[in-house]
């Protein structure tokens, strides 16, 4: 695959992610932050092989990560929000922080054209 085909693809997922983590912070929405998760990973998997060996390889691993964390997350608040509504919030608070800050340090990467490991 071309350096510029898996440069649009993860400009693309990045923007994904960015709106589907703030539409997972949102109680009533967030279960379509996790669908939207879904469908990102699923087009993560399925470009990661075609980036071996190249930058987009990490950043790939990065988006497999932060879905599975704010999927996973996303699932406990929503559970948690029954119990105590104050954990839940706190849990969608830690989980939209986390994610933002990896999304961003990868765009940062991705648009200095390096790794999101390096």
Same mark, same amino acid.
């Given at each position: 695959?071309?350096?510029? /085909?898996?440069?649009?693809? @993860? ?13 997972? @912070? ?15 990973? %699923?087009? !993560? ?5 075609? @980036?071996?060996?190249? $930058?987009? /390889? ?6 497999? *990560?932060?879905?599975?964390?704010? %999927? $996973?997350?996303?699932? *406990? @608040?929503? !559970?948690?929000?029954?119990?105590? $509504? %104050? ?15 990896? $999304?961003?340090?990868?765009? *940062?990467? *991705?648009?200095? /054209? ?5």
């Amino acid at each position: 695959m071309k350096h510029q /085909e898996l440069n649009r693809v @993860a400009w693309v997922l990045y923007w994904g992610y960015w709106v589907l983590t703030i539409l997972a @912070a949102i109680p009533l929405t967030s279960w379509l932050g996790v669908l939207g998760y879904l469908g990102l990973v %699923i087009v !993560a998997f399925m470009k990661m092989s075609d @980036a071996t060996q190249t $930058i987009y /390889e990490s950043h790939f691993r990065n988006y497999v *990560l932060v879905a599975i964390v704010g %999927i $996973i997350g996303s699932l *406990l @608040a929503v !559970a948690s929000f029954f119990v105590n $509504i %104050i954990v839940a919030l706190v849990l969608i608070f830690a989980v939209l922080v986390w994610s933002a800050y990896r $999304i961003v340090k990868g765009m *940062l990467r *991705l648009n200095s /054209e390096r790794a999101y490991d390096a």
